[in-house]
């Protein structure tokens, strides 16, 4: 439902581009750094479902106003080293895809004067982290306009409700890190106006490695997280036995990936000639919900095509995108695909874990599985008050309210749409090197996290991993993070 806190601030922060054919790392850099405007086509799907062309943009703005125009890049002996008119940034990631498009982006700043800005840039980032109220004289005035000292103070309340205490900043590794009693944070870009004011940062969590040797031990390893865990690794059209099955027939919440079931409603209803991608949809103010994604700040009347807002709901998972779709092809249809009673919209369910609504959550829960019972009470929720994001910054929030599917469902539904380009714009943590297609859709809200990716291997089998974690804590996302990504290095 929500992106969770794969956390992201940001509001400036690396320069610009020309265009040539792109293949290598070092020509995407340059690339990205010497032109006066990028282009979107240079940013794989994923990259920007992370973060929003718009803010790139505004981040390469401010690192020319900072520290000028870019003048070469020297690739150094490990990280290349960005040099411009009045400083240097260090590059800290930049891999590219088979089409040249940079999948991430990651700089910090540069040995201008490494002596000096070393403890400049831990106090800093001291101060930002540790216990206590944000101090916006620390941040530049265009970092404050892209994000506001309360968004701000909302997103450090969740960073400390996920991770724990705040310990310390490591300038020892090759990506600045800070670390809490329950997790790393990696400071993937962090950059200063001529003030000495941060005019950018973005940070994620810092995903520890994995490795197997065989499925047995990549099963045990999810087997002891706490909580609820449920995992399937199947081979997509095999009548064999699982190559790897963990409580797979458990009903646990999947927050948004309950959104295949959508797209596999829609499609079906496509297929027979009921509707057509072409066709469109009309924005209404009471279709808006929270994000994920950016719908909700459209204009009301805007036009969309079908195939538009399934792009949104699945690519980046917008919440108004999967609404206004739920509402064409009926809610009921979707509930029969996913195999839940009375399922709430994602307005709805925000507006049931809005504390101002106790009531509408109370009679919610006393419906129980009364199908009548619980869509009325929907339909109130339809219309009720939203919350504002920071109910979500002290952990889960009334997990009740989801979309429960097991991991052998999500794997039927992800083989049902695993051809459409929706469920392709974005690998989830799939290395596009490692297999011939992918397909993918996640989800997170507090205490509940789902990845389930369909990939065709080298060899040419087809393979679904589903893997989904419930907890009432907060959830180490980086540690399940790690281990799929494991399982997936494991099965190519």
């Not at 009347?301 to 206004?324: C, E, F, K, P």
């Amino acid at each position: 439902m929500r992106p969770h806190v794969l956390i992201v601030l940001t509001a400036s922060a690396v320069a610009s581009a020309q265009s040539s054919e792109v293949t290598t790392s070092a020509a995407a850099i340059t690339r990205l750094l010497g032109a006066e405007q990028p282009q979107a086509e240079w940013f794989a799907p994923e990259f920007l479902a992370q973060v929003t062309f718009e803010t790139i943009n505004a981040q390469l703005a401010g690192i020319r106003q900072s520290i000028g125009a870019f003048v070469r890049l020297d690739p150094g002996q490990g990280q290349p080293l960005a040099v411009f008119e009045r400083g240097t940034l260090l590059i800290t990631t930049a891999p590219v895809d088979a089409q040249g498009r940079l999948t991430s982006f990651g700089a910090v700043p540069g040995p201008s004067s490494p002596a000096a800005q070393t403890p400049q840039i831990s106090s800093l980032l001291t101060r930002v982290f540790e216990p206590g109220q944000v101090d916006a004289a620390l941040f530049a005035p265009d970092f404050l306009a892209a994000v506001p000292v309360a968004s701000l103070q909302q997103t450090l309340n969740s960073v400390r409700a996920q991770f724990g205490a705040f310990v310390r900043v490591d300038l020892s590794q090759p990506v600045p890190q800070v670390i809490f009693e329950n997790g790393t944070l990696n400071v993937t870009t962090f950059a200063l106006n001529d003030g000495g004011q941060i005019s950018g940062l973005v940070i994620a969590p810092a995903t520890p490695e994995a490795s197997f040797a065989t499925l047995v031990e990549a099963q045990a390893a999810f087997a002891a997280l706490p909580g609820r865990v449920s995992l399937l690794v199947r081979e997509v059209g095999s009548s064999q036995p699982p190559l790897a099955a963990l409580s797979s027939g458990r009903l646990l919440a999947v927050a948004s990936s309950f959104k295949l079931a959508i797209l596999g409603e829609l499609q079906a209803q496509i297929n027979a000639g009921q509707r057509a991608w072409t066709d469109e949809v009309t924005l209404e103010d009471p279709d808006k919900s929270l994000p994920s994604g950016s719908l909700q700040n459209e204009a009301t009347g805007s036009l969309y095509s079908l195939r538009d807002l399934a792009t949104r709901m699945i690519s980046v998972s917008d919440n108004t995108a999967t609404d206004l779709l739920l509402r064409v092809v009926g809610r009921a249809a979707v509930e029969a695909r996913l195999g839940q009673t009375a399922m709430p919209s994602t307005r709805e369910a925000f507006a049931l874990k809005n504390p101002a609504n106790l009531e509408l959550l109370r009679a919610y829960r006393s419906a129980g599985l009364n199908r009548a019972a619980r869509r009325a009470v929907l339909t109130q929720a339809a219309t009720a008050l939203l919350p504002g994001t920071g109910v979500f910054a002290g952990g889960p929030v009334a997990q009740d309210v989801e979309w429960f599917a097991s991991t052998e469902r999500l794997c039927n539904l992800m083989a049902e749409v695993a051809a459409l380009p929706e469920t392709q714009f974005n690998p989830g943590v799939a290395d596009a090197n490692d297999f011939e297609d992918i397909s993918y859709k996640g989800g997170s809200e507090g205490g509940v996290l789902n990845l389930t990716t369909q990939v065709t291997t080298k060899a040419g089998r087809t393979l679904c991993i589903s893997a989904t974690w419930n907890d009432a804590r907060n959830l180490n996302e980086g540690q399940f993070l790690g281990l799929y990504t494991g399982l997936l290095k494991l099965l190519r």
